[in-house]
């Protein structure tokens, strides 16, 4: 029998124990149309989770900083967004605030269905912290081998990297996805995009790409020899 544990955040998530893995896959089938409520299953563990307002903020912004930075480095990505990413022989299943095809876009690019049994996981996904949650969703994320996640917490935000030998994640300075950007740039720019307008917040990115790129080339041949 199911037990129901409400999360101490009011009404954004509600954890549940005892569900199947039939009913996980029927209540995905039901809402494969619907960007939430977006589920977390784990062995039998089932979160629900409802972001609100601010989570989707914080979510929407980075995944803009990653499509722009992309753009300006010539990166080509397919951003699936929360698109349920499930094993069944795992038991496990999950839809990220965002995720990213990166390095494997091209292998995924055009398929209709995945099946992570054999297709590659995503190359990046997003996390945001806005609701506690008791489930281990880093466990979820290393058993299906995602190897880079940006945890964002209070607005600032955290690189993990997936070490495939011990199955864990640790802290990164730098992504190895896009590896111009470090934790403290992707902070930075998170934080502008809450007092800045759009236009000049994408505005603000694009320029800071170009002088990220500037600087590299310093360092690698002196400054002013171009």
Known sequence: MATVVSSAQPATAVEMHGISWNTYENLTRDLEDSSVPRLFYDRGVLEIMSPSREHEQ???????????????????????????????????????????????????DGKRTLDLAIDPPPDLIIEVDITSSSVDKESVYAAIGIPEVWRCSNGKVA???????????????SSRALPILSDVAISDLLEQSMSLKRTAWLKKIRDWVGNAGLAACDRLVGPGVR
Do not use: C, H, K, M
């Open 58 to 108: 914080y979510n929407r912004n980075l995944a803009f900083l990653v499509a722009i930075v992309a753009d300006e480095l010539g990166i080509e990505l397919l951003d699936l967004g929360s698109t349920t990413y499930s094993r069944q022989d795992l038991l496990r299943g999950f839809e990220p605030d965002s995720s990213f095809y990166i390095r494997n876009a091209d292998q995924i």
């Open 159 to 173: 690189i993990l990297i997936l070490d495939p030998l011990i199955g864990t994640y640790r802290r990164a300075d």
